[in-house]
Protein backbone atom coordinates (compact mmCIF):
# COMPACT_ATOMS: atom_id res chain seq x y z
CA UNK A 1 0.00 0.00 0.00
CA UNK A 2 1.03 3.10 -0.84
CA UNK A 3 -0.22 6.74 -0.29
CA UNK A 4 -3.79 7.70 1.30
CA UNK A 5 -6.82 6.23 -0.28
CA UNK A 6 -5.45 2.71 -1.57
CA UNK A 7 -7.16 -0.32 -0.67
CA UNK A 8 -5.90 -3.06 0.70
CA UNK A 9 -7.58 -6.55 1.54
CA UNK A 10 -6.30 -7.78 4.72
CA UNK A 11 -5.56 -6.49 7.75
CA UNK A 12 -2.26 -4.35 7.80
CA UNK A 13 0.94 -5.43 9.77
CA UNK A 14 1.52 -2.98 12.41
CA UNK A 15 5.11 -2.09 11.26
CA UNK A 16 3.88 -1.02 8.27
CA UNK A 17 1.44 1.19 9.53
CA UNK A 18 3.79 2.78 12.50
CA UNK A 19 6.00 3.20 9.30
CA UNK A 20 3.22 4.81 7.10
CA UNK A 21 2.51 6.95 10.33
CA UNK A 22 5.87 8.32 11.04
CA UNK A 23 6.38 9.17 7.60
CA UNK A 24 2.86 11.40 7.56
CA UNK A 25 3.68 12.87 10.71
CA UNK A 26 7.56 13.88 9.93
CA UNK A 27 6.43 15.23 6.60
CA UNK A 28 4.55 17.77 8.71
CA UNK A 29 5.74 21.41 8.45
CA UNK A 30 4.01 22.27 11.74
CA UNK A 31 6.13 19.78 13.48
CA UNK A 32 9.72 20.42 12.38
CA UNK A 33 11.68 22.79 14.14
CA UNK A 34 9.30 24.15 16.29
CA UNK A 35 10.18 26.61 19.19
CA UNK A 36 8.23 25.12 22.24
CA UNK A 37 8.54 26.12 25.84
CA UNK A 38 8.29 23.83 29.03
CA UNK A 39 9.42 22.03 31.93
CA UNK A 40 12.36 19.58 32.13
CA UNK A 41 11.19 15.92 33.70
CA UNK A 42 13.43 12.77 33.44
CA UNK A 43 16.33 14.03 32.46
CA UNK A 44 18.87 11.34 31.48
CA UNK A 45 22.40 11.98 29.92
CA UNK A 46 23.80 8.71 29.47
CA UNK A 47 27.41 7.58 28.88
CA UNK A 48 26.47 7.08 25.10
CA UNK A 49 26.05 10.97 24.70
CA UNK A 50 22.58 10.74 23.60
CA UNK A 51 20.65 12.43 26.51
CA UNK A 52 16.73 11.85 27.28
CA UNK A 53 13.80 13.71 28.99
CA UNK A 54 10.20 14.93 28.15
CA UNK A 55 9.07 18.10 28.21
CA UNK A 56 5.69 18.79 30.00
CA UNK A 57 3.75 21.70 31.18
CA UNK A 58 -0.01 22.01 32.84
CA UNK A 59 -1.80 20.70 29.86
CA UNK A 60 0.65 17.56 28.09
CA UNK A 61 3.87 16.03 27.84
CA UNK A 62 6.15 14.90 25.41
CA UNK A 63 10.02 12.19 25.10
CA UNK A 64 12.39 14.04 24.11
CA UNK A 65 16.00 12.91 23.07
CA UNK A 66 18.96 15.17 22.09
CA UNK A 67 21.57 13.40 20.05
CA UNK A 68 25.24 13.17 21.11
CA UNK A 69 26.85 16.58 19.87
CA UNK A 70 23.60 17.70 18.51
CA UNK A 71 24.28 21.06 20.81
CA UNK A 72 25.82 22.94 23.06
CA UNK A 73 23.71 22.39 26.69
CA UNK A 74 23.55 24.38 29.08
CA UNK A 75 24.59 22.50 32.46
CA UNK A 76 22.52 24.55 34.61
CA UNK A 77 19.64 22.35 32.73
CA UNK A 78 18.26 19.94 35.63
CA UNK A 79 14.76 18.29 36.34
CA UNK A 80 12.67 21.33 36.92
CA UNK A 81 14.40 23.31 34.62
CA UNK A 82 12.54 25.68 32.18
CA UNK A 83 13.43 25.49 28.71
CA UNK A 84 12.83 26.69 24.84
CA UNK A 85 13.82 24.18 22.50
CA UNK A 86 14.09 24.27 18.92
CA UNK A 87 12.76 20.46 18.02
CA UNK A 88 11.20 18.13 15.54
CA UNK A 89 8.93 15.69 15.55
CA UNK A 90 10.20 11.77 15.06
CA UNK A 91 8.30 8.63 15.33
CA UNK A 92 10.15 5.74 17.19
CA UNK A 93 8.79 2.67 14.72
CA UNK A 94 10.01 0.10 17.43
CA UNK A 95 7.89 1.20 19.96
CA UNK A 96 5.12 3.45 18.14
CA UNK A 97 6.25 6.52 20.63
CA UNK A 98 6.45 9.59 19.20
CA UNK A 99 9.04 12.14 20.57
CA UNK A 100 11.11 15.59 19.93
CA UNK A 101 14.19 15.37 18.18
CA UNK A 102 15.83 18.71 19.53
CA UNK A 103 18.48 20.83 17.76
CA UNK A 104 18.88 23.50 20.36
CA UNK A 105 17.55 24.00 24.46
CA UNK A 106 18.32 26.96 26.48
CA UNK A 107 17.43 27.58 29.96
CA UNK A 108 14.66 30.41 30.19
CA UNK A 109 16.53 31.60 32.51
CA UNK A 110 19.42 33.00 29.90
CA UNK A 111 16.30 34.38 27.85
CA UNK A 112 15.07 36.73 30.94
CA UNK A 113 19.18 37.76 30.68
CA UNK A 114 19.43 38.31 27.09
CA UNK A 115 16.01 40.46 27.55
CA UNK A 116 18.22 42.54 30.24
CA UNK A 117 20.93 43.03 28.07
CA UNK A 118 18.86 44.06 25.06
CA UNK A 119 17.37 46.76 27.02
CA UNK A 120 20.34 47.92 28.22
CA UNK A 121 21.20 48.41 24.98
CA UNK A 122 18.23 50.11 24.20
CA UNK A 123 19.11 52.79 26.39
CA UNK A 124 22.37 53.25 25.40
CA UNK A 125 21.40 53.98 22.64
CA UNK A 126 18.51 56.23 23.08
CA UNK A 127 20.92 58.41 25.50
CA UNK A 128 23.38 58.24 22.35
CA UNK A 129 20.54 59.72 20.39
CA UNK A 130 20.67 56.72 17.76
CA UNK A 131 17.40 55.79 18.11
CA UNK A 132 16.09 58.96 17.35
CA UNK A 133 18.80 60.08 14.53
CA UNK A 134 17.88 61.35 11.17
CA UNK A 135 17.14 58.60 9.11
CA UNK A 136 18.85 57.98 5.65
CA UNK A 137 16.11 58.86 2.48
CA UNK A 138 15.66 55.48 0.72
CA UNK A 139 16.36 55.44 -2.56
CA UNK A 140 13.43 56.28 -5.38
CA UNK A 141 14.91 53.76 -8.26
CA UNK A 142 17.64 51.89 -6.06
CA UNK A 143 20.64 50.89 -8.69
CA UNK A 144 22.14 48.18 -6.50
CA UNK A 145 20.68 46.38 -3.69
CA UNK A 146 22.40 44.64 -1.10
CA UNK A 147 20.77 41.71 0.23
CA UNK A 148 22.23 40.23 3.59
CA UNK A 149 20.22 37.08 4.89
CA UNK A 150 20.43 33.14 5.41
CA UNK A 151 22.07 31.53 1.71
CA UNK A 152 19.12 29.40 0.22
CA UNK A 153 16.65 30.40 3.26
CA UNK A 154 13.04 30.79 2.33
CA UNK A 155 13.06 34.40 3.27
CA UNK A 156 15.64 34.86 0.72
CA UNK A 157 13.81 32.79 -2.31
CA UNK A 158 10.34 35.40 -1.35
CA UNK A 159 11.95 38.38 -1.80
CA UNK A 160 14.19 37.27 -5.31
CA UNK A 161 10.43 36.30 -6.32
CA UNK A 162 9.11 39.28 -5.44
CA UNK A 163 11.79 41.16 -6.72
CA UNK A 164 11.54 39.43 -10.37
CA UNK A 165 7.96 39.60 -10.09
CA UNK A 166 8.05 44.01 -9.77
CA UNK A 167 11.38 44.67 -11.68
CA UNK A 168 12.85 41.98 -13.34
CA UNK A 169 16.60 42.16 -13.70
CA UNK A 170 16.75 44.61 -10.70
CA UNK A 171 20.24 44.24 -9.88
CA UNK A 172 21.19 43.09 -6.76
CA UNK A 173 23.95 41.21 -4.97
CA UNK A 174 22.68 38.42 -2.30
CA UNK A 175 25.33 38.22 0.92
CA UNK A 176 24.74 34.57 2.38
CA UNK A 177 25.63 34.85 5.75
CA UNK A 178 24.59 32.41 8.38
CA UNK A 179 21.45 34.07 10.84
CA UNK A 180 21.01 32.17 13.59
CA UNK A 181 23.16 30.17 15.97
CA UNK A 182 26.38 31.15 17.65
CA UNK A 183 28.16 32.78 14.52
CA UNK A 184 25.37 34.72 13.28
CA UNK A 185 26.29 37.87 14.94
CA UNK A 186 29.30 38.37 13.75
CA UNK A 187 28.84 36.82 10.12
CA UNK A 188 25.76 39.58 9.99
CA UNK A 189 28.06 42.16 10.87
CA UNK A 190 30.85 41.10 8.15
CA UNK A 191 27.72 41.19 5.89
CA UNK A 192 27.07 44.58 6.56
CA UNK A 193 31.15 45.70 6.21
CA UNK A 194 30.94 43.63 2.62
CA UNK A 195 27.78 45.99 1.77
CA UNK A 196 29.33 49.05 3.20
CA UNK A 197 32.76 48.73 0.49
CA UNK A 198 30.32 47.75 -2.45
CA UNK A 199 28.60 50.92 -1.81
CA UNK A 200 31.56 52.64 -2.51
CA UNK A 201 32.09 54.46 -5.60
CA UNK A 202 35.80 54.31 -5.97
CA UNK A 203 35.45 50.67 -5.79
CA UNK A 204 32.12 50.17 -7.58
CA UNK A 205 33.69 51.88 -10.36
CA UNK A 206 36.56 49.45 -10.63
CA UNK A 207 34.04 46.78 -10.65
CA UNK A 208 32.27 48.07 -13.15
CA UNK A 209 28.47 48.36 -11.37
CA UNK A 210 26.81 51.04 -9.37
CA UNK A 211 27.44 51.26 -5.82
CA UNK A 212 24.96 49.69 -3.40
CA UNK A 213 22.46 52.51 -2.56
CA UNK A 214 20.22 49.84 0.02
CA UNK A 215 21.08 47.51 2.21
CA UNK A 216 18.68 44.86 2.90
CA UNK A 217 19.27 42.99 6.23
CA UNK A 218 16.84 40.36 7.74
CA UNK A 219 15.57 36.62 7.25
CA UNK A 220 12.24 34.95 7.90
CA UNK A 221 10.47 34.15 11.43
CA UNK A 222 11.41 32.07 14.41
CA UNK A 223 11.61 31.63 17.84
CA UNK A 224 12.97 34.74 20.16
CA UNK A 225 16.15 33.48 20.55
CA UNK A 226 16.36 32.12 16.68
CA UNK A 227 16.59 36.12 15.95
CA UNK A 228 18.78 37.13 18.77
CA UNK A 229 21.28 38.21 16.96
CA UNK A 230 19.19 40.73 15.53
CA UNK A 231 19.25 42.16 18.62
CA UNK A 232 23.26 42.54 19.63
CA UNK A 233 25.28 45.92 19.97
CA UNK A 234 27.83 44.61 16.65
CA UNK A 235 24.42 44.05 14.36
CA UNK A 236 22.82 47.72 16.09
CA UNK A 237 26.01 49.59 15.73
CA UNK A 238 26.84 47.93 11.67
CA UNK A 239 23.54 49.38 10.93
CA UNK A 240 23.92 52.41 12.04
CA UNK A 241 26.96 53.08 10.47
CA UNK A 242 26.13 52.25 7.23
CA UNK A 243 26.62 54.96 4.70
CA UNK A 244 23.76 53.85 2.42
CA UNK A 245 19.90 53.32 4.02
CA UNK A 246 19.80 49.82 5.79
CA UNK A 247 16.11 48.03 5.72
CA UNK A 248 15.66 45.79 8.97
CA UNK A 249 13.65 42.57 7.44
CA UNK A 250 13.20 40.10 10.40
CA UNK A 251 10.04 38.07 10.40
CA UNK A 252 8.44 38.54 13.58
CA UNK A 253 4.97 40.45 14.36
CA UNK A 254 5.11 40.96 18.35
CA UNK A 255 8.33 41.96 19.67
CA UNK A 256 10.14 44.75 18.28
CA UNK A 257 14.27 43.90 17.65
CA UNK A 258 16.86 46.54 17.64
CA UNK A 259 17.53 46.51 14.18
CA UNK A 260 14.32 47.51 13.68
CA UNK A 261 14.90 50.39 16.12
CA UNK A 262 17.98 51.61 14.24
CA UNK A 263 17.50 51.02 10.75
CA UNK A 264 16.78 53.39 8.17
CA UNK A 265 13.49 51.17 7.66
CA UNK A 266 11.64 48.85 9.51
CA UNK A 267 10.00 46.09 7.35
CA UNK A 268 7.61 43.64 8.83
CA UNK A 269 8.77 40.66 7.01
CA UNK A 270 11.51 40.33 4.21
CA UNK A 271 8.54 40.11 1.69
CA UNK A 272 7.67 43.55 3.00
CA UNK A 273 10.69 45.10 2.76
CA UNK A 274 10.95 44.29 -1.11
CA UNK A 275 7.14 45.49 -1.64
CA UNK A 276 8.18 48.89 0.13
CA UNK A 277 11.63 49.55 -1.16
CA UNK A 278 11.23 47.56 -5.34
CA UNK A 279 9.04 49.84 -7.65
CA UNK A 280 6.86 48.29 -9.93
CA UNK A 281 8.85 48.81 -13.24
CA UNK A 282 6.13 48.97 -15.61
CA UNK A 283 4.48 51.30 -13.23
CA UNK A 284 7.16 53.75 -13.78
CA UNK A 285 7.35 53.55 -17.40
CA UNK A 286 3.59 53.94 -17.82
CA UNK A 287 3.66 57.14 -15.75
CA UNK A 288 6.36 58.73 -17.69
CA UNK A 289 4.84 57.87 -20.95
CA UNK A 290 1.94 60.01 -19.22
CA UNK A 291 4.26 63.06 -19.00
CA UNK A 292 5.50 62.60 -22.44
CA UNK A 293 1.93 62.36 -23.92
CA UNK A 294 1.21 65.49 -22.40
CA UNK A 295 4.42 67.51 -22.72
CA UNK A 296 4.05 67.29 -26.62
CA UNK A 297 0.17 68.30 -26.69
CA UNK A 298 0.43 71.27 -24.50
CA UNK A 299 3.60 72.53 -26.18
CA UNK A 300 1.98 72.11 -29.94
CA UNK A 301 -1.73 73.41 -28.06
CA UNK A 302 0.85 76.44 -26.58
CA UNK A 303 2.69 77.29 -30.25
CA UNK A 304 -0.61 76.96 -32.43
CA UNK A 305 -2.19 79.50 -29.91
CA UNK A 306 0.94 81.82 -30.47
CA UNK A 307 0.09 81.46 -33.76
CA UNK A 308 -2.99 82.57 -34.34
CA UNK A 309 -2.59 85.55 -31.98
CA UNK A 310 -0.30 86.89 -33.81
CA UNK A 311 -1.81 86.31 -37.10
CA UNK A 312 -4.61 88.31 -35.63
CA UNK A 313 -2.33 91.22 -34.17
CA UNK A 314 -0.87 91.38 -37.88
CA UNK A 315 -3.95 91.76 -39.91
CA UNK A 316 -5.56 94.13 -36.68
CA UNK A 317 -1.57 96.21 -37.25
CA UNK A 318 -2.70 96.11 -40.89
CA UNK A 319 -5.67 98.42 -40.95
CA UNK A 320 -5.42 100.75 -37.62
CA UNK A 321 -3.50 103.54 -39.75
CA UNK A 322 -6.46 103.73 -42.37
CA UNK A 323 -9.17 103.93 -39.33
CA UNK A 324 -7.33 106.33 -37.50
CA UNK A 325 -6.91 108.70 -40.50
CA UNK A 326 -9.56 110.28 -39.82
CA UNK A 327 -9.74 111.06 -36.59
CA UNK A 328 -6.43 112.66 -36.11
CA UNK A 329 -3.69 112.64 -39.02
CA UNK A 330 -0.82 114.02 -37.02
CA UNK A 331 -1.14 111.36 -34.91
CA UNK A 332 -1.66 108.85 -37.67
CA UNK A 333 1.16 109.71 -39.27
CA UNK A 334 3.43 109.91 -35.96
CA UNK A 335 2.16 106.26 -35.81
CA UNK A 336 2.09 104.67 -39.19
CA UNK A 337 6.29 105.59 -38.56
CA UNK A 338 6.16 104.10 -35.80
CA UNK A 339 4.47 101.07 -37.29
CA UNK A 340 6.54 100.88 -39.98
CA UNK A 341 9.67 101.03 -37.75
CA UNK A 342 8.68 98.91 -34.97
CA UNK A 343 5.83 96.44 -36.76
CA UNK A 344 7.29 96.02 -39.70
CA UNK A 345 10.65 95.01 -38.10
CA UNK A 346 9.79 93.28 -35.22
CA UNK A 347 5.98 91.97 -35.69
CA UNK A 348 6.95 90.85 -39.45
CA UNK A 349 9.87 89.43 -38.27
CA UNK A 350 7.82 87.52 -35.67
CA UNK A 351 5.36 86.84 -38.45
CA UNK A 352 8.19 85.07 -40.57
CA UNK A 353 9.61 83.61 -37.83
CA UNK A 354 6.52 81.97 -37.28
CA UNK A 355 5.57 81.58 -40.60
CA UNK A 356 8.73 79.04 -40.40
CA UNK A 357 7.66 77.69 -37.19
CA UNK A 358 4.18 76.86 -39.14
CA UNK A 359 6.36 75.67 -41.68
CA UNK A 360 8.42 72.77 -39.36
CA UNK A 361 5.31 73.04 -37.06
CA UNK A 362 5.89 69.04 -36.92
CA UNK A 363 9.26 69.60 -36.26
CA UNK A 364 9.11 71.58 -33.41
CA UNK A 365 12.35 70.94 -32.19
CA UNK A 366 15.01 73.52 -32.64
CA UNK A 367 17.20 70.15 -33.09
CA UNK A 368 15.82 69.54 -36.28
CA UNK A 369 16.71 73.01 -37.62
CA UNK A 370 20.05 72.24 -36.51
CA UNK A 371 20.20 68.99 -38.72
CA UNK A 372 19.41 70.69 -41.60
CA UNK A 373 22.85 72.79 -41.52
CA UNK A 374 21.42 75.32 -40.09
CA UNK A 375 23.52 77.03 -36.52
CA UNK A 376 22.50 79.07 -33.92
CA UNK A 377 24.51 81.45 -32.46
CA UNK A 378 24.55 82.37 -28.65
CA UNK A 379 26.38 85.01 -27.07
CA UNK A 380 28.47 84.17 -24.15
CA UNK A 381 25.94 84.97 -21.55
CA UNK A 382 23.78 82.54 -23.22
CA UNK A 383 21.14 84.50 -25.17
CA UNK A 384 20.30 84.20 -28.82
CA UNK A 385 22.00 86.24 -31.42
CA UNK A 386 19.49 86.73 -34.08
CA UNK A 387 20.56 90.29 -35.27
CA UNK A 388 24.22 91.74 -36.69
CA UNK A 389 22.55 95.47 -34.45
CA UNK A 390 24.69 95.07 -31.08
CA UNK A 391 27.73 92.84 -32.50
CA UNK A 392 30.46 94.20 -31.91
CA UNK A 393 34.06 92.89 -33.34
CA UNK A 394 36.15 90.82 -30.99
CA UNK A 395 32.84 89.68 -28.85
CA UNK A 396 33.00 86.01 -28.45
CA UNK A 397 29.73 83.82 -29.54
CA UNK A 398 29.19 80.00 -29.51
CA UNK A 399 28.26 78.00 -32.77
CA UNK A 400 25.70 75.50 -32.13
CA UNK A 401 25.44 72.61 -34.24
CA UNK A 402 23.07 69.55 -34.05
CA UNK A 403 25.26 67.34 -32.89
CA UNK A 404 27.74 69.86 -30.59
CA UNK A 405 28.86 73.29 -30.52
CA UNK A 406 31.83 75.85 -31.52
CA UNK A 407 33.25 78.61 -29.48
CA UNK A 408 34.11 81.68 -31.87
CA UNK A 409 34.96 85.43 -32.03
CA UNK A 410 33.68 87.91 -34.14
CA UNK A 411 36.29 89.27 -36.77
CA UNK A 412 34.24 91.35 -38.77
CA UNK A 413 30.26 92.65 -39.45
CA UNK A 414 28.33 93.35 -42.46
CA UNK A 415 24.88 94.79 -42.28
CA UNK A 416 22.61 93.57 -45.33
CA UNK A 417 21.33 96.17 -47.97
CA UNK A 418 18.00 97.52 -46.86
CA UNK A 419 18.19 96.05 -43.24
CA UNK A 420 18.81 99.76 -41.73
CA UNK B 1 16.86 74.35 -11.37
CA UNK B 2 20.46 74.11 -10.71
CA UNK B 3 22.95 72.21 -12.72
CA UNK B 4 22.84 69.36 -10.07
CA UNK B 5 21.55 66.69 -12.02
CA UNK B 6 18.15 66.32 -10.23
CA UNK B 7 17.26 62.75 -8.69
CA UNK B 8 14.25 60.47 -9.94
CA UNK B 9 11.81 61.93 -7.74
CA UNK B 10 13.26 65.79 -8.30
CA UNK B 11 13.02 65.25 -12.10
CA UNK B 12 9.40 63.63 -11.80
CA UNK B 13 8.34 66.46 -9.60
CA UNK B 14 9.70 68.86 -11.51
CA UNK B 15 8.26 67.63 -15.14
CA UNK B 16 4.56 67.46 -13.36
CA UNK B 17 5.05 71.48 -12.46
CA UNK B 18 6.56 71.98 -16.63
CA UNK B 19 3.37 69.79 -17.56
CA UNK B 20 1.41 71.51 -15.21
CA UNK B 21 2.02 75.18 -16.53
CA UNK B 22 2.19 74.13 -20.33
CA UNK B 23 -1.67 72.73 -19.82
CA UNK B 24 -2.20 76.02 -18.41
CA UNK B 25 -1.76 77.99 -21.26
CA UNK B 26 -0.58 81.53 -21.77
CA UNK B 27 2.59 80.96 -22.80
CA UNK B 28 4.81 82.72 -25.26
CA UNK B 29 6.97 80.73 -28.14
CA UNK B 30 10.25 81.11 -26.17
CA UNK B 31 9.16 80.28 -23.00
CA UNK B 32 7.22 77.05 -24.68
CA UNK B 33 9.91 75.95 -26.44
CA UNK B 34 11.91 75.91 -23.53
CA UNK B 35 9.94 74.14 -21.11
CA UNK B 36 9.14 71.32 -23.81
CA UNK B 37 13.13 71.44 -24.22
CA UNK B 38 13.35 71.09 -20.43
CA UNK B 39 10.74 68.44 -19.92
CA UNK B 40 12.17 65.92 -22.72
CA UNK B 41 15.42 66.50 -21.13
CA UNK B 42 14.05 65.15 -17.71
CA UNK B 43 12.05 62.41 -19.94
CA UNK B 44 15.09 61.29 -21.15
CA UNK B 45 16.77 61.39 -17.71
CA UNK B 46 14.28 59.24 -16.01
CA UNK B 47 14.11 56.30 -18.97
CA UNK B 48 18.26 56.60 -18.48
CA UNK B 49 17.62 55.97 -14.88
CA UNK B 50 15.61 52.78 -15.08
CA UNK B 51 17.56 51.42 -17.54
CA UNK B 52 20.52 52.00 -15.07
CA UNK B 53 18.97 49.88 -12.59
CA UNK B 54 19.01 46.41 -14.32
CA UNK B 55 22.07 44.43 -14.17
CA UNK B 56 23.95 41.86 -12.68
CA UNK B 57 22.35 39.31 -10.17
CA UNK B 58 24.82 37.85 -7.66
CA UNK B 59 24.49 35.62 -5.17
CA UNK B 60 27.68 34.70 -3.10
CA UNK B 61 28.74 33.42 0.50
CA UNK B 62 30.35 35.28 3.03
CA UNK B 63 33.40 34.30 2.51
CA UNK B 64 33.04 34.54 -1.28
CA UNK B 65 32.07 38.18 -1.08
CA UNK B 66 34.75 38.71 1.05
CA UNK B 67 37.92 37.20 -0.87
CA UNK B 68 36.14 39.13 -3.80
CA UNK B 69 36.59 41.95 -2.32
CA UNK B 70 39.79 41.79 -1.16
CA UNK B 71 41.14 41.11 -4.41
CA UNK B 72 39.36 44.47 -5.54
Redesign the interface.
Known amino acids: MTGSGSVTTGPLPIGQFVQLVKQTVVRDPLFKNQALRGEVTQWKQYPSGHTYFSLRDRDGQMKAVIWKGRCAIDPNIKEGSEVVVLASIDLYVRRGDIQLNVERIEPVSILGELEKTKRKLIEQLTKEGEIDRQRLPLP ?5 IAIITG ?1 GSAALSDMQRLIENR ?1 P ?9 LVQGPQATE ?1 IV ?2 LA ?1 AR ?2 SDPV ?1 AK ?2 G ?2 PVDLVIVGRGGGSPEDLWAFNLEPVARAIIASPVAVVSAVGHESDVLVSDLVADLRASTPSDAIERVVPV ?1 PE ?2 Y ?2 DE ?2 D ?2 GN ?2 R ?3 N ?2 MQRLRTLHARLRVAPMEGLNRAKAEIFSLSSRIKVSANQNISAQATR ?1 AQ ?1 EASLSA ?3 QRVLERGYSMTQTADGSVLSSIDGVEIGQSIILNFADGSADAEIKNTHQNEGEK | MNDKVP ?3 EA ?1 QR ?2 A ?2 TT ?2 R ?1 G ?3 DE ?2 K ?3 E ?2 DL ?1 RL ?2 T ?2 S ?11 DE ?2 SE ?1 QE ?1
Not at chain 1, 140 to 144: E, T, V
Not at chain 2, 52 to 62: D, V
Request: proline fraction near 3%; hydrophobic fraction near 45%.
Open positions: AIPKHAWGLRRTVIGVQRGAKLRQREPLLYLLYQRLASRQIDNLFIHP | TYTMLEIVLEGMGLTLLYEGALCKELTAEGRLNELQLIELD
